[in-house]
């Protein structure tokens, strides 16, 4: 927001200069970005009047203008602008002057003649791009007054951050108010004199509210016999200065004390309103409105319209509907000053992509009991620039009307939370000048909250206005005291960490991604339709389409950055992700991984090498061997996302916790992998419920023990987990550790089998296992593989 440095002082009078203002705003809370002076530039700059032309002997396309700036002589300038005119006022560029374009201006020959200074266009001002010809002044002004004072240009524009809960800054005035805290100079607001017709306003129009939860007020007044032309030069000048372009004398006005109040205004054509009254209702599904940008805008019924009898004549607190403009042919005027839901006024504004100035500070919730001031005030200024009578009374609905909050505020609370000693004055001096209303009751404050800081809720947030305005600088320094409890961490943020750590270890990378993911990321994983991932909760205003669900899975995620890292060239893909994923009751926390391309350092000793499942298989149960989880179970299953065959369950207390394996050819051409890639997730919820991080101490045993090694042929199908489970339960105590070592398919084994070659250690607390011993648990073994199993040893 753009706020000039003159127009605030026609409220409050102070001896700031530009800079110490700014300090001053910034240390209140109000950051300002940047600082303008508008005449910069032009200190050389004055009105002249040509007074004669004649043509240049050696160009054509120039001329020879003598010049009266006010002094004796006049001024001889080579000029080529095409509306240089005889008797015509326009600024004047004397030597020396440095203009905003860079340009010094020095005495020059020109084609052989003399120019003693030039004849400037707005764009050679730096006042706007206009280069067309001279810039046009009135004839009545006088000879070598300053352009500065002749645009009103000796200002200086601050450019302000305000922050969205304070909505009162959003005008001179709420700035202006700012500044009396600071310096506690008085604070002078507009009078609003209206001399009104015999004419009843309520003869003349109505208004009824539909919607009160979207409009808690709607006023209006009407002015009639108004005549439609420019603003004077001072009007136009305070609006130019900060930003804001001139229409005619009405939509100025309503601009103007738009900046000046902070409450947008909106006038129309009130002979163009159907039976000459205004409904405020939401509109209807798919109603269509073209509004003053000339744009058709089709409506939703969530949005609020401001209707005549028939139609909607604008778009409620965004910006007015073309049919009902103010033109030149306007006789009378209803004007218009309401309040609006901040909410309802966002929604709009957000879906039809339309950021007004009225609706940034309507989303920002305006102040209801600034309606009337900012109407009459309005209705003041056009009386007072285009003529008319204003009709006796105000049409004022005002459904929503709600008492000022009253807070109590305690002096010791005040001293405790700032570490100051402020006295009973100094806090009744604060908050009255920042407008509130202040009784002191037995030591503690009555604070009534002006309905201009919705911000302000709690006793917390006075003491919070009581050190901006104090000064941050001003509170001393110290430091906490007390003791700092040690978090003690759960079992969860242990096992992140770890698995973390581990899978670093082992050679990937983690990824972090946004919580949000493309609806179509359920198809490209292969997800059936009536897969509990596919309810995904959808934003109501994503960032983009391809982030407007909150991610169920994190797969979809990996699986987009191994794409990007492919297309960039990266071969060794191998990448994980610890985070929440989002399920219509909870945040269940998981981790997913997926290793594709060609893995391994690339030198002697460690080639690169294409990954397998037994690579994912691998890091799946290291992850479960680090979290002390010996009594899982892999089990052979068939997720749509991994490649038939080719991936495994894992199994915990008959509970699901996770899945590996390949991803299905299918998904891998979704996402333009030329590889094979490999991918894991887990239930990190229930991973955590099982999860034992202590560590136990064994005795080194002191017998010896004794390995057998132990070749089968089995089916095919036949997981090689099954002989495992077999063994231990037979050879019970005595068997210390099976390994799979070799897996073996070919000509030496039946169609349909396949060898399972495993070593067994046998071992005994309490005695030396003898071979006759061994031999015969042993056996024992070889004939329950046969009797459960079919297994037959292969010789």
Same mark, same amino acid.
């Given at each position: 927001?753009?706020?000039?440095?003159?127009?605030?002082k026609?409220y409050?009078?102070?001896?700031?200069?530009?800079?110490?203002?700014?300090?001053?705003?910034?240390?209140?809370?109000?950051?300002?970005?940047?600082?303008?002076?508008?005449?910069?530039?032009?200190?050389?700059?004055v009105?002249?009047?040509?007074?004669s032309?004649?043509?240049?002997?050696?160009?054509?396309?120039?001329?020879? !203008?003598?010049?009266?700036?006010?002094?004796?002589?006049?001024?001889?300038?080579?000029?080529?602008?095409?509306?240089?005119?005889?008797?015509?006022?326009?600024?004047?560029?004397?030597?020396?002057?440095?203009?905003?374009?860079?340009?010094?201006?020095?005495?020059a020959?020109?084609?052989?003649e003399?120019?003693?200074?030039?004849?400037?266009?707005?764009?050679?001002?730096?006042?706007?791009?206009?280069?067309?010809?001279?810039?046009?002044?009135?004839?009545?002004?006088?000879?070598?007054?300053?352009i500065?004072?002749?645009?009103?240009?000796?200002?200086v524009?601050?450019?302000?951050?305000?922050?969205p809960?304070?909505?009162?800054?959003?005008?001179?005035?709420?700035?202006?108010?700012?500044?009396?805290?600071?310096?506690?100079?008085?604070?002078?607001?507009?009078?609003?004199?209206?001399?009104?017709?015999?004419?009843?306003?309520?003869?003349?129009?109505?208004?009824?509210?539909?919607?009160?939860?979207? !409009?808690?007020?709607?006023?209006?007044r009407?002015?009639?016999?108004?005549?439609?032309?420019?603003?004077?030069?001072?009007?136009?000048?305070?609006?130019?200065?900060?930003?804001?372009?001139?229409?005619?004398?009405?939509?100025d006005a309503?601009?103007?004390?738009?900046?000046?109040?902070?409450?947008?205004?909106?006038?129309?054509?009130?002979?163009?309103?159907?039976?000459?009254? *205004?409904?405020?209702?939401?509109?209807?599904?798919?109603?269509?409105?073209?509004?003053?940008?000339?744009?058709?805008?089709?409506?939703?019924?969530?949005?609020?319209?401001?209707?005549?009898?028939?139609?909607?004549?604008?778009?409620?607190?965004?910006?007015?509907?073309?049919?009902?403009?103010?033109?030149?042919?306007?006789c009378?005027?209803?004007?218009?000053?309401a309040n609006?839901?901040?909410?309802?006024?966002?929604?709009?504004?957000k879906?039809?992509?339309?950021?007004?100035?009225?609706?940034?500070?309507?989303?920002?919730?305006?102040d209801?009991?600034?309606?009337?001031?900012?109407?009459?005030?309005?209705?003041?200024?056009?009386?007072?620039?285009?003529?008319g009578?204003? !009709?006796?009374?105000?049409?004022d609905?005002?459904?929503?009307?709600?008492?000022?909050?009253?807070?109590?505020?305690?002096k010791?609370?005040?001293?405790?939370?700032l570490?100051t000693?402020?006295?009973?004055?100094?806090?009744?001096k604060?908050?009255?000048?920042?407008?509130?209303?202040?009784?002191?009751?037995?030591?503690?404050?009555?604070?009534?909250?002006?309905?201009?800081?919705?911000d302000?809720?709690?006793?917390?947030?006075?003491?919070?206005?009581?050190?901006r305005?104090?000064?941050?600088?001003?509170?001393?320094?110290?430091?906490?005291?007390?003791?700092i409890?040690?978090?003690?961490?759960?079992n969860?943020?242990?096992? !992140?960490?770890?698995?973390?750590?581990?899978?670093?270890?082992?050679?990937?990378?983690?990824?972090?991604?946004?919580?949000?993911?493309?609806?179509?990321?359920?198809?490209?994983?292969r997800?059936?339709?009536?897969?509990?991932l596919r309810?995904?909760?959808?934003?109501?205003?994503?960032l983009s389409?391809?982030?407007?669900?909150?991610?169920?899975?994190?797969?979809?995620?990996?699986?987009e950055?191994?794409?990007?890292?492919?297309?960039?060239?990266?071969?060794?893909?191998?990448?994980?992700?610890?985070?929440?994923v989002?399920?219509?009751d909870?945040?269940?926390?998981?981790?997913?991984?997926?290793?594709?391309?060609?893995?391994?350092?690339?030198?002697?000793?460690?080639?690169?090498?294409?990954?397998?499942?037994?690579?994912?298989?691998?890091?799946?149960?290291?992850?479960?061997?680090?979290?002390?989880?010996p009594?899982?179970?892999?089990?052979?299953?068939?997720?749509p996302?991994?490649h038939p065959?080719?991936?495994?369950?894992?199994?915990?207390?008959?509970?699901?916790?996770?899945?590996?394996?390949?991803?299905?050819?299918?998904?891998?051409?979704?996402?333009?992998?030329?590889?094979?890639?490999?991918?894991?997730?887990?239930?990190?919820?229930?991973?955590?419920?099982?999860?034992?991080?202590? *560590?136990?101490f064994?005795?080194?045993?002191?017998?010896?023990?004794?390995q057998?090694?132990?070749?089968?042929?089995?089916?095919?199908?036949?997981?090689?987990?099954?002989?495992?489970?077999?063994?231990?339960?037979?050879?019970?105590?005595?068997?210390?550790?099976?390994?799979?070592?070799?897996?073996y398919?070919?000509?030496q084994?039946?169609?349909?089998?396949?060898?399972?070659?495993?070593?067994?250690?046998?071992?005994?607390?309490?005695?030396?296992?003898?071979?006759?011993?061994?031999?015969n648990l042993?056996?024992?073994?070889?004939?329950?593989?046969?009797?459960?199993?079919?297994?037959?040893?292969?010789?």
């Amino acid at each position: 927001m753009n706020v000039s440095l003159n127009w605030l002082k026609s409220y409050i009078d102070f001896d700031l200069s530009s800079t110490e203002l700014a300090d001053k705003l910034t240390m209140l809370g109000i950051e300002v970005e940047s600082i303008k002076e508008l005449g910069a530039g032009l200190n050389g700059v004055v009105v002249g009047r040509v007074n004669s032309i004649r043509p240049h002997p050696n160009a054509d396309k120039l001329v020879l !203008c003598k010049v009266d700036i006010g002094n004796s002589d006049e001024l001889q300038i080579v000029c080529g602008a095409p509306n240089v005119s005889e008797g015509m006022c326009a600024p004047v560029a004397t030597i020396n002057t440095e203009l905003p374009t860079g340009i010094t201006i020095k005495r020059a020959k020109l084609r052989g003649e003399e120019s003693h200074g030039m004849l400037c266009s707005e764009k050679e001002l730096g006042i706007s791009d206009e280069a067309s010809g001279l810039m046009e002044l009135s004839n009545d002004l006088p000879l070598g007054k300053p352009i500065t004072e002749v645009l009103s240009l000796n200002d200086v524009i601050f450019e302000l951050e305000i922050t969205p809960n304070r909505s009162d800054c959003l005008s001179m005035i709420g700035v202006a108010r700012e500044i009396r805290a600071e310096t506690g100079n008085k604070l002078t607001l507009p009078e609003n004199l209206i001399e009104e017709n015999d004419i009843d306003v309520n003869s003349k129009t109505s208004v009824r509210i539909d919607a009160p939860d979207l !409009c808690p007020r709607y006023a209006a007044r009407i002015i009639q016999g108004v005549k439609i032309g420019e603003s004077p030069d001072w009007l136009k000048n305070r609006l130019e200065s900060i930003g804001i372009g001139v229409i005619n004398n009405i939509v100025d006005a309503t601009n103007f004390v738009m900046m000046e109040y902070g409450q947008p205004l909106h006038a129309f054509d009130y002979n163009k309103l159907d039976e000459n009254r *205004i409904v405020v209702r939401r509109a209807s599904e798919g109603e269509k409105l073209t509004t003053l940008d000339e744009e058709e805008r089709e409506l939703t019924s969530d949005m609020l319209v401001i209707a005549d009898a028939n139609k909607p004549v604008a778009l409620a607190g965004v910006m007015g509907g073309y049919d009902s403009e103010i033109t030149e042919s306007t006789c009378d005027v209803l004007l218009e000053s309401a309040n609006f839901s901040a909410s309802s006024i966002r929604l709009t504004s957000k879906k039809l992509g339309m950021n007004t100035e009225a609706s940034y500070r309507f989303e920002r919730e305006a102040d209801p009991e600034g309606v009337i001031p900012a109407l009459d005030r309005a209705t003041q200024l056009i009386v007072e620039i285009a003529g008319g009578s204003t !009709c006796k009374g105000v049409v004022d609905v005002y459904p929503g009307k709600r008492s000022l909050l009253e807070l109590q505020l305690r002096k010791d609370r005040v001293n405790f939370v700032l570490g100051t000693q402020l006295d009973i004055h100094e806090i009744e001096k604060i908050l009255k000048n920042l407008g509130f209303e202040v009784n002191l009751q037995d030591n503690i404050f009555q604070v009534t909250v002006p309905s201009f800081r919705p911000d302000i809720s709690r006793e917390i947030d006075l003491i919070e206005e009581i050190a901006r305005v104090y000064g941050y600088d001003n509170i001393p320094t110290s430091l906490p005291k007390g003791d700092i409890p040690v978090p003690v961490p759960d079992n969860a943020t242990v096992m !992140c960490k770890r698995i973390k750590h581990f899978l670093l270890g082992a050679g990937m990378m983690e990824s972090v991604n946004y919580s949000f993911s493309h609806p179509n990321c359920f198809d490209k994983i292969r997800v059936s339709e009536d897969n509990p991932l596919r309810k995904a909760f959808e934003l109501q205003n994503p960032l983009s389409p391809e982030m407007s669900i909150l991610r169920t899975t994190l797969i979809p995620s990996l699986l987009e950055n191994a794409q990007h890292n492919r297309n960039h060239q990266i071969d060794s893909i191998a990448l994980f992700e610890i985070s929440t994923v989002f399920s219509q009751d909870s945040e269940p926390l998981r981790a997913a991984g997926i290793i594709t391309g060609e893995i391994g350092g690339g030198v002697y000793g460690n080639p690169y090498k294409s990954p397998d499942f037994y690579d994912v298989k691998g890091i799946v149960e290291g992850i479960l061997e680090m979290c002390n989880i010996p009594d899982y179970t892999l089990l052979k299953t068939n997720d749509p996302t991994f490649h038939p065959g080719r991936n495994v369950a894992v199994i915990l207390d008959e509970k699901q916790i996770g899945i590996f394996g390949e991803a299905h050819p299918t998904v891998q051409e979704n996402y333009e992998l030329p590889y094979k890639a490999y991918l894991f997730k887990l239930d990190l919820d229930s991973l955590a419920n099982a999860v034992d991080f202590k *560590i136990r101490f064994e005795p080194i045993p002191i017998y010896p023990s004794v390995q057998r090694d132990l070749a089968i042929v089995v089916d095919q199908q036949l997981p090689s987990d099954t002989p495992i489970d077999l063994i231990y339960s037979t050879g019970g105590e005595l068997v210390e550790s099976v390994r799979l070592f070799d897996v073996y398919e070919g000509d030496q084994v039946p169609e349909d089998k396949k060898s399972l070659a495993y070593t067994i250690t046998y071992n005994s607390d309490t005695e030396t296992l003898t071979d006759i011993a061994v031999n015969n648990l042993h056996d024992k073994i070889v004939k329950r593989l046969n009797q459960e199993i079919g297994a037959e040893l292969r010789m």
